[in-house]
């Protein structure tokens, strides 16, 4: 071959890996992951089989997986998962046997495992602290035995102070947690050996934390090297990248040629939106007129474990229900990126980890009678309204935006092709409105008030006239803010 056409062709070739890397592999039929915060795997495996297998989710997020420092002396808070001691598999959710469980149990029932991967750096500076699998290490020193890690793979201590100089971001230490050096041959090593082994575990992708202070080439060439996950094809690569602005040294364009990036400027989108600061007959274009890494691109959410703790006012949370389902209803319902959606334990402490018993362990969430968590877990993702719109989404999948309407305000509707149409009141008056639709003539079930059983609906009907027409009815007072039909909900 010809060294134009050799060229040519494995820069073809380096294409078409970057963007096998941005596929989730979802089973035909499911869309949406669900961030499974903290949850032990046992439950995880339990809630693919008995939910979110039956319900149509497409994947989970599971939290870090690897061992990381035990926080005895914080009564265990949530970010003590976000400082490594080593790659070995064990964590509080789990052993690498009950985490391969999982896998397999998940994987038989269609949703796929993505796992929360850390390796910008190892823990800060601790005194007298294991790991949660009896590693041990010189964290003042930087020495990491069980790795092994020694002062020599890690950028020189420095601390990020200037977010307009890229090499300070990149090469400087997160917050006191100490950063390694991704250009060394040996670390890189580490860290593809570390996402093999999760390869051949079975999990079909990784969100990258902290992607954003690592250097670009460094990632590609770690991504290049992980093994096809099983079934063929590349691992799915999504990467923490904080970039609300574009105004800063490090931006998300430069890590979509290899994999997706996190798109938080979304969910601070949909949130200033739904809290009435900026109406959402505006959402009419949304996507990446707003600034948005493309569709292929993004992984979208409404809020993630961090956003919702020190995301600003902007961002909603669990803790303003009305409207969250509203702005979950409203991501699942477009056709914008891959969506993840955020499933959370209660707290009113930043720090507090999740639920345990005395000596910490992890307690599961409890399943109620109407299908809610209890043990201190708010698992939005068994709400009606969120469950029922992932479920539109799948009904709806290839279909885009069409019959667009609003109220020029805060009321807006739109079909999905001819298989859904959706319906929002965000506004301080009642929306009492006909409205075109694609839908065939017929009685439909609003999957955001009940389900269909059979030929019977749990909650409201909305009739679609012979003219795909439809009379839309939401108060204010009413307790969901939006109404969804599709064609697998005509009665």
Known sequence: MRPV????????????????????????????????????????ALECERFLGPKGFAGVQTSPVN????????NRPWWERYQPMSYKIV??????????DMVSRCRAVGVKIYVDVVFNHMTGNWDGLSGVGGSSCDCNNKNYPTVPYSSENFHSTCSITNYNDASNVRNCELTGLHDLD?????????????????V???????????AKHMWPSDLQYIYGKVNDISGGGRPF???????????????????????????FRYGKEVGN????????KYF????????FAASDDSLVFVDNHDTQRTGGSEIITYKSPRLYKMAVGFMLSWPFGAPRIMSSYSFTDNDVGPPQDGNGNIVGASINADGTCGNGWVCEHRWRQIYNMVDFRNQVADTQVENWWDNDNKQIAFSRGSKGFVAFNDDTSDMKQTIQTSLPAGTYCDVVSGSKSGSSCTGKTVTVDSSSKAYVEILTSADDGFIAIHAGSKL
């Open 5 to 44: 056409a050799a060229a040519a062709a494995l820069l073809s070739l380096l294409l078409s890996c970057a963007h096998a890397q941005k596929d989730p592999h979802w089973d035909s039929g499911r869309s949406a992951i669900v961030h499974l915060f903290e949850w032990k795997f046992s439950d995880i």
């Open 67 to 74: 061992e990381y420092l035990a926080v005895t002396s914080r």
């Open 91 to 100: 964590s509080r959710s789990g052993d690498e046997a009950a985490f391969k």
């Open 182 to 198: 991704q250009s060394q041959d040996y670390v890189r090593g580490k860290i593809i050996d570390f996402l093999n082994n999760l």
């Open 200 to 210: 051949a575990d079975g999990v079909t992708g990784f969100r990258v934390d902290a």
């Open 237 to 263: 690569v999504y990467q923490e990248v904080i970039d609300y602005t574009g105004t800063e040294a490090v931006k998300k364009s430069e890590y979509t040629g290899f994999g997706r990036v996190c798109e």
């Open 273 to 280: 939106a739904f809290q009435g600061n900026n109406p959402i």
């Open 284 to 291: 009419k274009n949304f996507g990446t007129a707003w600034g």
